[in-house]
């Protein structure tokens, strides 16, 4: 029995070698099968199938997501916004590519494809239709998508679909209420009247100045958007705002009748028309192609110029330490600049930006390598769709910066947030004691609420930190104390309404504050920029997303209400800052 036992135990440890070894195996057949490098056809489409999300840096697609797609059959991408842009410039410029067809939905996840970002891949679609013809087509446009489409020379929507024209929502989730159910208490520490990201966690509803300047800012978002397509729709803004009142998701014939698409077609309709811009024979079941990912692996990686203008990505929340992938870690990101300071071959350095905020100290450690390197070479701020509250932080001693009008910025303001589980605990027979040799020894307990002594203490770290904000920002940006502190109060901003209050200097994206550290550092034209890295091996990503856990699919009918409440359970989770004073702003700027 015992030799059978080892001879059965022998043979399933070889059993799950062999089968590891050839998953393995199959893995290394797949990447053999794409490594044949491909190549650019002539009288190609250039295809951007937009059911991605476009974010600044390709690592923050997390690797589950990878997993997830394999196993669940979902198709997840991750498109950086700049590698996106430069594909489709350069391709404007590629007598083999003859045309631009867009198609699918955008996903918009976490901090990606905000309103900043998609305004910067809409103008390098228009430089492309300048030159070139660009086809969109879908069964169903979402406000997202249809922004990007509305750009093209024609704009088509299936007989059996739709479009939506319904204007913009923000709808934060509260906790307040089911935190006082299960015993949890949250006290806060603030300045700044609009300093909102405190608020889902201790009211059940938006308080009068988070509406004020929530309603503000969606106004100034969807004038923006409207103002863009209509030009390029040729309607008034009033008419797509009466379309918004009235209809909101218009069926095919109402939005061909709006003018809002230039025809109602089926997808075969269009598959001949783009065989006949490629030049594609008649029998050919498809038209001379290559999609936006491999164009851009071909043709925009390569370092035309002599000089480097490096590019440092600052995306998502503000963490101390190194920080998970999908955040801005203060050491990491310091250690970057530091090293491109240090770095002979850089001549100039933009800081992209596209983060929430969140710890003050980390931030703050960002900010003194942007104020040291700016010594030794120049150092550009380009904001993306976020830099808000410790975002706007770290970009405010750049030598210029740069934002788009939809950008959301500002929300200079701190807050602390104290929260105590000890009703919870005790309904649960769980109590706690203590032993401490200062009556300031425990500050940070969650086992009770706070003394008004150490509110007292915490509250002055706070305004102490605000102050130090208002003086960063006064000498930064070269503006009276007192005039920081009107515009100040935690309020958030569109990146227009930033310019003309002097926080921003001018509107552009990324590659404007490229071409402009540039000529800062006096090389002309003659350099190259930093383009965020190739996504990872696959084999990689799938090691490294084995302990995640799935998530609701992209486009089911909960994934806004899911990803609304994972970006504040993420918020609450990055809350990582030593003293526990954030400069952040609302936690919910989610625009739908």
Not at 414 to 438: C, E, R, W
Request: charged content about 25%.
């Amino acid at each position: 029995m015992k030799d059978f036992l080892k001879t059965f135990f022998a043979c399933l440890i070889a059993l799950g070698i062999f089968v590891a070894g050839a998953f393995v195996v199959l893995l290394g057949f797949v990447a053999l099968a794409g490594a044949a490098k491909p190549s650019v056809p002539s009288k190609a489409v250039l295809v951007m199938d937009l059911d991605m999300n476009l974010l600044d840096h390709t690592n923050k697609a997390g690797p589950s997501e990878i997993l997830q797609s394999a196993l669940q059959g979902e198709k997840t991408r991750v498109v950086a916004l700049a590698t996106a842009v430069a594909a489709v410039d350069k391709a404007a410029e590629d007598e083999r590519i003859v045309g631009l067809f867009l198609i699918g939905n955008i996903t918009p996840v976490g901090y990606g494809s905000g309103p900043a970002a998609l305004r910067e891949l809409r103008a390098a679609i228009l430089r492309f239709k300048a030159k070139k013809p660009v086809l969109a087509y879908n069964v169903d446009w979402g406000k997202h998508d249809y922004y990007l489409a509305s750009a093209a020379s024609t704009l088509v929507v299936n007989p059996a679909g739709h479009l939506e024209v319904s204007g913009l929502v923000s709808e934060p989730v509260f906790f307040a209420d089911a935190f006082q159910k299960y015993g949890i208490e949250v006290q806060v520490t603030r300045v700044g009247r609009y300093k909102s990201a405190v608020e889902p966690f201790i009211l059940n509803r938006m308080s009068d100045p988070s509406r004020e300047q929530m309603q503000k800012l969606l106004d100034d978002l969807w004038a923006e958007w409207k103002a863009n397509v209509g030009v390029d729709r040729k309607q008034p803004p009033e008419a797509i705002q009466a379309v918004a009142d009235e209809k909101g998701i218009l069926e095919p014939e109402e939005a061909l009748a709006a003018g809002l698409v230039d025809r109602v077609a089926a997808f075969d309709e269009i598959l001949e028309e783009l065989k006949t811009l490629a030049g594609t024979d008649d029998k050919e079941k498809t038209f001379r192609q290559i999609s936006l990912d491999t164009y851009a692996d071909l043709e925009v990686r390569s370092k035309e110029g002599k000089n480097r203008i490096a590019v440092v990505y600052a995306e998502g929340e503000i963490v101390n330490g190194e920080g998970r992938p999908s955040q801005t870690g203060g050491d990491r990101i310091s250690r970057e600049l530091r090293k491109l300071r240090l770095d002979e071959d850089v001549k100039a350095v933009v800081l992209r930006v596209n983060s929430p905020g969140g710890s003050a100290s980390a931030s703050d450690l960002i900010q003194r390598e942007v104020i040291v390197t700016r010594k030794v070479k120049p150092v550009v701020i380009s904001m993306g769709s976020y830099a808000a509250s410790g975002g706007y932080w770290i970009s405010t001693y750049g030598d210029r910066i740069f934002a788009q009008p939809t950008t959301i910025t500002g929300s200079i303001g701190v807050f602390g947030m104290l929260p105590n589980v000890q009703k919870l605990a005790n309904t649960h027979g769980i109590t706690f004691d203590s032993v401490q040799t200062a009556k300031m020894a425990n500050p940070a307990t969650l086992a009770r609420p706070k003394t008004e002594a150490e509110l007292a203490r915490i509250q002055h770290m706070v305004d102490r930190i605000y102050e130090q904000f208002l003086s960063k920002v006064a000498e930064g940006r070269k503006l009276p104390r007192e005039r920081v502190h009107e515009i100040a109060q935690g309020r958030v901003w569109s990146g227009e309404e930033a310019r003309k209050l002097g926080l921003v200097d001018e509107v552009g994206g990324l590659q404007d504050a490229v071409k402009f550290a540039a000529e800062q550092a006096g090389v002309g034209n003659d350099y190259w920029m930093d383009l965020p890295d190739a996504p990872k091996p696959l084999l990689q990503q799938l090691m490294e997303s084995m302990d995640d856990k799935p998530k609701p699919k992209a486009h089911s009918a909960v994934a806004p209400l899911w990803s609304d409440m994972q970006r504040q359970l993420e918020a609450l989770r990055s809350l990582d800052d030593p003293a526990g004073i954030y400069a952040r702003m609302p936690l919910e700027v989610t625009v739908h």
